[in-house]
């Protein structure tokens, strides 16, 4: 339950101010009460077993997450950032990058399935 409220807290900005939250606390727990009724009416998905195959997720993947010192949680994520423990934004220089400097063209690239230029 906790989860949930903190989810739909920080969907009205995670650096919102204490007045502006207190302001929205209706708000905020209306949208906790259809999220809880949303999780405790549904159920499980079934899928097929061609997509659970294709879903194994390897123990030794580089790229499986949460790792480390990964925050879990929304809670935990905005202390993180706080503490510049986080990445917020794109930080990292890529050497060797060969695709278009413009962000908004790469996603262009993306959306059409083109790969940058090698």
Do not use: Q
Request: glycine letters at 4%; one cysteine or more.
């Amino acid at each position: 339950m906790l989860e949930s409220f903190l989810f739909c807290m920080y969907d009205f900005g995670m650096r919102a101010s204490a007045a502006h939250r207190i302001s929205m606390m209706p708000l905020i727990l209306l949208m906790t009460s259809y999220r809880l009724m949303a999780l405790w009416t549904c159920r499980d998905p079934i899928w097929p077993d061609a997509v659970n195959k294709v879903s194994v997720i390897d123990p030794e993947d580089p790229f499986n997450e949460p790792s480390g010192r990964t925050p879990i949680g929304w809670a935990e994520t905005t202390h993180a950032m706080d503490r510049h423990e986080y990445p917020e934004g794109d930080k990292k220089e890529m050497e060797n990058w060969s695709g278009e400097k413009d962000p908004t063209a790469n996603a262009l690239l993306w959306a059409k399935d083109v790969p940058p230029k090698c």
